[in-house]
């Protein structure tokens, strides 16, 4: 799973730290957001920069890092406050005279957890406006396990032993990344778990299904323009892969009940249902493909629907829920989750 947090301040390869001024006129800027077990000197993450600027030359890219050398930007993508990290991540942003031209409007591609967090800054932080919020295979409705971690990733190991031990102490809520987003369903109402609606640290307050709702999350939320989300087909990292799309998974049964049918959204606890009713919310599928498996075409065709000149019209029509649509695509290198 992509997923990145800041610790203190916005740390940047040196390629992205200087970039001239961008102008009025110049498209919005761009702000990305990697993953677990990714860095930001990963060389995929320039290439991904590289392709945003030639779709539309002149772009502001910015990627968020956690740490001036990329170990310690791994590492710290594993094990850290959320909550304490995003606020991080707002005040880095809203301070950055480099997104002063575009009045702190900007589009936002986050990669697999990446686009979780992205969409915790639209909801939280009010020093960005995000016209345009892109995810690919982003676990927004939490998940129920890690995957298996690979024999020499004591990173992954560390966050798995947390998970299987006392997930829901205020120790591991508190410090583990991936704890702070697992859900558990209660699987005779449907709604969260008891446990996780008392304990979870972030994601039961970031979507709202507490009993005490916040009402700025529902309207910053439904005033993007865009929420485009990508699932991968094959996806078997973010467990359940349904969860890039908000769908809850009976893990007894298997049964699957799309976002449409669920309190979140047809009480509208965070905006999606108005996003959806005015054409803003879409559901996309990456055919074929297992996590983060994209190819330039794919990526090329995305960053060309909906980033670009604030005034352009998306290349797509906003027809809600229906349009999904799916690429075959080849290869691209784009993180380890």
């Given at each position: 799973?992509l ?5 203190s ?8 730290a ?11 800027p ?10 930001f000197?990963n060389?995929?993450l320039?290439?991904?920069?590289d ?10 890219v ?5 740490a ?35 009045r702190g ?7 697999s ?10 909801q939280?932080?009010p ?32 966050a798995e ?8 102490s205020d ?7 991936p ?6 369903v209660?699987?005779?109402t ?27 999350y ?28 908000f ?5 007894t049964?298997?049964?699957?009940t ?10 509208d ?5 108005t ?16 996590h ?19 005034n352009?019209k998306?290349?797509?029509p ?20």
């Amino acid at each position: 799973m992509l997923f990145s947090l800041l610790a203190s301040a916005l740390l940047l390869p040196a390629s992205f730290a200087a970039p001239s001024r961008p102008l009025a006129s110049d498209p919005l800027p761009v702000i990305i957001w990697h993953g677990l077990g990714d860095r930001f000197d990963n060389d995929g993450l320039a290439d991904v920069a590289d392709i945003i600027r030639e779709v539309h030359p002149g772009t502001y890219v910015h990627i968020i890092g956690l740490a001036s050398d990329g170990s310690s930007d791994q590492r710290a993508s594993f094990f850290g406050n959320v909550t304490a990290q995003s606020d991080q991540v707002c005040a880095s942003l809203s301070a950055d005279p480099l997104l002063a031209a575009s009045r702190g409007r900007v589009d936002a591609l986050g990669f697999s957890q990446g686009g979780l967090f992205l969409r915790g800054l639209v909801q939280r932080c009010p020093g960005i406006a995000v016209r345009s919020l892109v995810t690919f295979g982003s676990p927004h409705n939490g998940i129920a396990a890690l995957p298996a971690c690979r024999p020499w990733d004591l990173l992954c190991k560390g966050a798995e032993g947390a998970l299987q031990g006392n997930k829901w102490s205020d120790w591991v809520q508190g410090n583990v990344v991936p704890a702070q987003y697992y859900r558990e369903v209660d699987e005779v109402t449907g709604l969260g778990g008891e446990e996780y609606l008392n304990r979870s640290g972030w994601l039961a307050d970031l979507n709202n299904e507490r009993d005490v709702k916040n009402g700025e999350y529902r309207a910053r939320l439904a005033n993007l323009e865009n929420f485009v989300m990508y699932l991968f087909e094959e996806d078997t990292t973010v467990l359940p892969k349904e969860t890039s799309w908000f769908a809850d998974v009976n893990l007894t049964s298997g049964e699957v009940t799309p976002l449409k049918d669920r309190l979140l959204y047809t009480n509208d606890w965070l905006g999606l249902r108005t996003l959806d009713e005015r054409g803003g919310l879409m559901y996309r599928t990456v055919e074929k493909a297992k996590h983060m498996q994209l190819s330039e075409a794919l990526l090329r065709q995305a960053f060309g629907d909906f980033f670009g000149h604030e005034n352009r019209k998306t290349a797509l029509p906003k027809t809600a829920v229906s349009g999904e649509s799916k690429w075959q695509h080849a290869l691209f290198a784009g993180g380890d989750w």
